[in-house]
């Protein structure tokens, strides 16, 4: 009996697939204020999707990889010496890796791909406003509903204090979220550009509503583009105001990326200049920073020379950081110190709490030991060059598609950026927008080298 009732429920799971994706929809839309409830939804769709897709999934040779790596984490956390820490560190990693699996399986189309973009510009709205009076209208309050269903807290002047962190724990994190978020939503405003620009040369004036099915909204209306715009605008203030070089940089580099795919050569050469100006106002020689510091706020070249924050204790700059992190991983390269380990052992030799070296990839050398970093690498670089191969040569991707396909892969290299000079795994929310944007890729690159297969055979 209990067998049939189980039947019954999967069967049920089953049918309710198809709408699954738009439950994902809705749990990225809540995230950022309530990641309780986003994470269930999220973790539902995942079950119903596993149930649905276990064939195709467990066929997949990446899915093998992931499937590796995870023993290794095991191990590792096996051999750690401190156990239970180091077990616990693994629901960092691993519950994310069955998402990233689930929904390489869920996601299959660019119509998606537009999709999970729009809902994640949408939802970063509130955030970002709330952030914005966090900074410059002292907006403080803790808002707690059952518990943790819905809890919101907003420290007045941000964290550390001076830089917008909106309802995230640190403005790092917050700028992390931010150049997500930024460059998606940068690649859905030149593709309503481009609309624009055709619908003005064939003349089009008169807007007309969207059909009751269509995943974007209206490609003849000029709101989205507005939209557009207004969020993309407050994105990069808010950015500005976290105060986080790494965003900024990444954010930078993001525009370049689409200035060069798009050909607007004199757009690079601008941004060129103006970075170069605030580079040389931050660490030319004297008589040449004094000249552009005339011109360039010391808002930025002092951020970027740390001449804002002074006299920094040596353990806490990043070089200190990463060397301690090599030299842990050279005395245990197999399996490393364990998981959650590297703030134990920097405090114990620097008397001073930090809990990761500010480089994701160090820490995990030091973690869990260098076969598990070089699996974990060669996964992330074969999503990533099969990607580029995917945009560059297929012949089943639509000129209309490559923009947003692109979007995602500049997305993930900013991910990867990102944590070559932080480490995003342990804010919840950023963790699962960054695998689900992994997801997105392979669900894509999935399906397009099953149809070349397909293709290859016929002929």
């Known amino acids: ?23 994902s929809l809705w749990a990225l839309l809540i995230f950022p204020l309530s990641p309780l409830l986003g994470a269930v939804t999220i ?29 290794l984490l095991i191990v590792s956390a096996a051999f750690a010496d401190e156990k239970t820490t180091a077990f616990l560190g693994l629901f960092n990693l691993l519950p994310f890796f069955l998402l990233f699996v689930a929904h390489s399986a869920l996601i299959q189309t660019f119509v998606q791909l537009r999709q999970m973009a729009w809902v994640l510009a949408i939802g970063s709205v509130p955030v970002i ?55 998606l939503g940068l690649g859905l405003w030149l593709e309503q550009w481009r609309l624009f620009i055709a619908n003005r040369r064939l003349g089009i004036r008169k807007n007309s509503l969207p059909s009751p099915q269509s995943p974007i909204p209206n490609p003849q209306s000029p709101i989205p583009f507005l939209f557009l715009t207004i969020a993309l605008i407050t994105n990069f203030i808010a950015l500005i105001f976290t105060n986080s070089r790494n965003g900024w940089a990444i954010a930078i580099f993001a525009c370049l990326a689409y200035a060069l795919y798009q050909g ?34 010391a808002f930025f070249w002092a951020r970027l020379n740390d001449d804002m924050y002074p006299n920094r204790p040596v353990a806490l700059m990043r070089k200190t950081q990463w060397g301690f992190a090599w030299s842990l991983a050279q005395e245990h390269p197999w399996t490393g110190w364990g998981l959650r380990s590297f703030g134990r052992l920097y405090r114990a030799q620097m008397h001073i709490g930090l809990g990761h070296p500010h480089n994701f990839f160090l820490m995990l050398s030091a973690e869990t030991g260098f076969p598990s970093t070089l699996l974990f690498c060669g996964l992330l670089g074969w999503i990533l060059i099969t990607g580029i191969q995917l945009l560059r040569k297929s012949k089943y991707i639509n000129t209309e598609d490559r923009l947003i396909f692109f979007s995602y892969l500049l997305a993930f290299v900013a991910w990867l950026l990102l944590n070559t000079v932080d480490v995003t795994l342990f804010d919840f929310r950023l963790n699962v927008l960054s695998w689900l944007v992994l997801a997105a890729i392979c669900g894509v690159l999935h399906r397009y080298n099953e149809q070349d297969r397909f293709t290859s055979r016929s002929n």
Do not use: C
């Open 1 to 23: 009996m209990l067998g049939a009732s189980l039947n019954k429920v999967s069967d049920y799971f089953k049918s309710r697939w198809k709408s699954s994706w738009n439950y």
């Open 43 to 71: 973790g539902f769709v995942s079950l119903i999707t596993w149930l649905k897709q276990s064939r195709k999934i467990n066929r997949r040779p990446l899915n093998w990889g992931f499937a590796l790596l995870s023993a």
């Open 129 to 183: 406003i709330l952030g914005l009076g966090q900074l410059f209208l002292g907006w403080s309050f803790k808002l707690e509903i059952l518990w943790v269903v819905l809890s919101w807290t907003i420290t007045p002047g941000g964290n550390p204090p001076g830089r917008i962190a909106s309802f995230f724990l640190h403005a790092n994190t917050f700028a992390a979220y931010l150049t997500i978020v930024f460059i």
């Open 264 to 297: 607007w050569r004199i757009l690079v050469g601008g941004v060129a200049a103006i970075v170069s100006s605030v580079i040389l106002a931050a660490f030319a020689p004297s008589p040449v920073a004094q000249f552009f510091r005339q011109v360039i706020p």
